[in-house]
């Protein structure tokens, strides 16, 4: 098996595992799991905030009217949904469209981390204040942080993660929308860097350690990945 299709059979693995959750209060009012979609090598990432009533409808993220923006600004930099993968904060719809609660966002941001880990994007678009506040560890809100590019560790990959308004907070204001396609503009050449250094994993040789042997990594498939509608390009 390539890299390539070892990423995506794990990654369906993950989906697997994740659309039998019930981490959360969630499980009891969703219609189903809205994992993410795209492509499963893909180099940029988006996360917003959690699906919606077409998503939680349709299984998929971002298939509304934020998703058809997110799509025409993917396409103004020469780009489109099939090339990188989208996803959100929360895979579960919250009743009524209502904020995410903490406690929701701890008990799903497992299958994020996974999310990035499998995918290993060099580069990841928050998008609005919930991913922004949760992949930065930290409160600062997104009108203060939009278009600022910085390298920040998610789980054990470090990446470039690029603050953006949330598209539908850009659907009915049309300088939010400015900004937003502004801060666009510049995702091509955040990409052209490459991948940031990533953390050391290799023991300092100065230092002098038991050498136990690492244990082989739990397999994330808990059971054979099912043929599925999961948007995976
Ligand atoms: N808003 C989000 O944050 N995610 C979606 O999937 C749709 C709308």
Not at 92 to 119: F, K, T
Not at 141 to 163: F, T
Request: hydrophobic share 40%; charged share 25%; proline share 10%.
């Amino acid at each position: 098996m390539t890299d390539a299709a070892e990423r995506r059979e794990r990654l369906k693995g993950v989906y697997e595992e994740a659309r039998a959750c019930t981490r959360c209060r969630l499980a009891g009012t969703r219609t189903q799991v809205v994992f993410g979609a795209g492509n499963a090598n893909a180099e940029l990432m988006f996360v917003g905030e959690a699906p919606g009533a077409n998503e939680d409808r349709l299984g998929l993220p971002f298939v509304g009217q934020a998703g058809k923006l997110l799509e025409k600004l993917l396409g103004e930099i020469g780009s489109e949904r099939g090339a990188v993968w989208i996803c959100n904060v929360l895979k579960c719809r919250p009743p009524g469209n209502r904020d995410p609660h903490p406690d929701e966002i701890e008990a799903c941001q497992d299958y994020l981390h996974h999310q990035v880990e499998l995918i290993e994007p060099t580069l990841i678009c928050t998008l609005g204040n919930f991913a922004t506040k949760l992949l930065r560890g930290d409160p600062m809100g997104i009108s203060r942080l939009h278009g600022h590019d910085e390298v920040r560790v998610i789980g054990r990959r470090a990446v470039r993660l690029y603050p953006l308004y949330h598209p539908a907070a850009a659907l009915y204001t049309p300088a939010t929308l400015e900004m937003l396609r502004a801060d666009f503009q510049r995702i091509p050449e955040l990409l052209a860097m490459g991948p940031p250094p990533q953390p050391v994993s290799t023991p300092d040789p100065g230092i002098e350690l038991d050498l136990v042997p690492e244990p082989e990594p739990e397999p994330l498939l808990a059971e054979p990945a099912a043929d599925l509608q999961l948007g995976l390009f």
